[in-house]
Each structure stands twice: as structure tokens, then as C-alpha cells.
């Protein structure tokens, strides 16, 4: 699985055993869903592009670095994705966002589409996907070819909990995609659920069931 990135720290090690606890709240998951993804956008962003500038310390002048994070678009599937959000804008200010909205069919599980909304994207953004299940892979492999149709060539998929049957699709379909997550979970149930999981994220953020 040459495409997948686990970020194995311990920080996020225990954060996530908090958010997996079916009796951890919505307060709680929602606020560690966010210091999760600024972790793991540390190790995501790695390859972000820089440019010299230059600039005067108290004492001398010297070429330092900005980050080109007008260049980079982050994108959100609705609805998990929007828990991830604000942490990463919190690195990258300047970013534009773009909305993909995507439901699994709980029968099929491929992805049903009721929004897209995205900003002007070409060979030279650098787009992340935000989504913190890649269980099937179904629903992240549609907003990577909807981003690839609009000419994005530079795509990095962040997630919080990936299982091996998502990352085999991006392999299949996308294997030019990164995937940068917190863990690689054992399988999906005959739902498509991930095991062990933490459930529907979607519903623990939102407290829709
Ligand atoms: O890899 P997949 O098998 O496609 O599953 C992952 C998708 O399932 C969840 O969304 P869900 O359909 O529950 O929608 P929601 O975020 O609105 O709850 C999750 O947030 C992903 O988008
Ligand atoms: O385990 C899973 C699988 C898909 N979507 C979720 O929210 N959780
Ligand atoms: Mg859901």
C-alpha cells in the first residue's frame, strides 16, 4: 500500500481511542476530530509548495519561506469532512474551500451526489480531500475523479480511519492520490462499516441519530 500514509504518533494514538469510546460525546468528538487533523496535517502538507522571500531579522536580511497556500484548495465531503475544516484553514489561511456532498446508498454503499461547489482549480492547486472514514473507498474516489475532471493533477486525501478496502480502491482508481490518515483499520462489516471504527461519523458529530 505504497499510497498510504499512517501518521503514528502517540498524540493521535490516544486522541483517537477518545473519539472510538461509544460513550464519548459530540463536544468532545468534535473537538478532537479537529486536534486530530492538525496532526495529520502536519505530515499532509509536507510537500506544499514554498517560495524565497526575502526579509529583514532585527539584526540582517534573509531568504526565508512562505507557504503558497493561495494555490491550495481544501475540500470537505459533506457532511464528516466539514468536522475537519477549520483546523487545517488554521495552517493554511489563505486556502480556498470547495464543498463536495456525497451519502452513501446503505444498500449499493456507492456514493450519491446533492452538492458540489468548488473554486477555480487547475495544474497548479494543490487540493485535500477531507474525510474522516475511507471505508469502501466509493465516496472518496468520486470527489477525486470530480476534482481530477476540473483539472486538479496534485491530490492528497486526509483521513482520520482508513480500511484496507478503501485504500485498494484508491490503488485501483487514483494511485497518484496520497492517503495520510491517523490508522489502518482490520476490515469493513457486511454493512460497510469500518471495524473497529467509531461508528458513523457523520452522526457522532452531528448527533443525527
Ligand atoms: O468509503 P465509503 O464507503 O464511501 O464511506 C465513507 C463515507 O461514509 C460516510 O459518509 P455518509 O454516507 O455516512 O454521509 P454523512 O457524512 O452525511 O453521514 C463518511 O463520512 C464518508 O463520506
Ligand atoms: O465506519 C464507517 C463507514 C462509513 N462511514 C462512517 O461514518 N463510518
Ligand atoms: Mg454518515
Redesign the pocket.
Known amino acids: 500500500m505504497k499510497n498510504l500514509h499512517v501518521v503514528d504518533h502517540p498524540l493521535i494514538k490516544h486522541k483517537l481511542t477518545i473519539m472510538r469510546n461509544k460513550n464519548t460525546g459530540p463536544k468532545e468528538f468534535r473537538e478532537l476530530l479537529r486536534e486530530i487533523t492538525f496532526l495529520l496535517a502536519y505530515e499532509a502538507t509536507r510537500n506544499i509548495e514554498t517560495v524565497e522571500i526575502e526579509i529583514e531579522t532585527p539584526l540582517e536580511k534573509i531568504i526565508g519561506f512562505a507557504i503558497e497556500d493561495k494555490k491550495v484548495v481544501v475540500v470537505p465531503i459533506l457532511r ?1 469532512g466539514l468536522g475537519m475544516v477549520d483546523s487545517i484553514l488554521e495552517l493554511l489561511p489563505n486556502a480556498s474551500v470547495g464543498h463536495v456532498g456525497v451519502y ?1 446508498d446503505p444498500e449499493t454503499l456507492k456514493p450519491v451526489q446533492y452538492y458540489c461547489k468548488l473554486p477555480p482549480i487547475d495544474n497548479s492547486s494543490t487540493v485535500f480531500v477531507l474525510d474522516p ?1 475511507l ?1 469502501t473507498g466509493f465516496s472518496g474516489v468520486h470527489a477525486v475523479k470530480i476534482l481530477k475532471d476540473r483539472g486538479a493533477k496534485n491530490i492528497v486525501f486526509v483521513s482520520l480511519i482508513a480500511a484496507p478496502e478503501g485504500v485498494q480502491q484508491f490503488n485501483i482508481h487514483c494511485p497518484d492520490v496520497p492517503i495520510y490518515t491517523a490508522c489502518l483499520d482490520r476490515q469493513l462489516n457486511e454493512h ?3 471495524l473497529p ?1 467509531l ?4 452522526d457522532r458529530l452531528y448527533r443525527t441519530k
Open positions: 464528516a452513501r472514514m471505508a460497510g462499516y469500518i471504527g461508528g458513523d461519523a457523520g
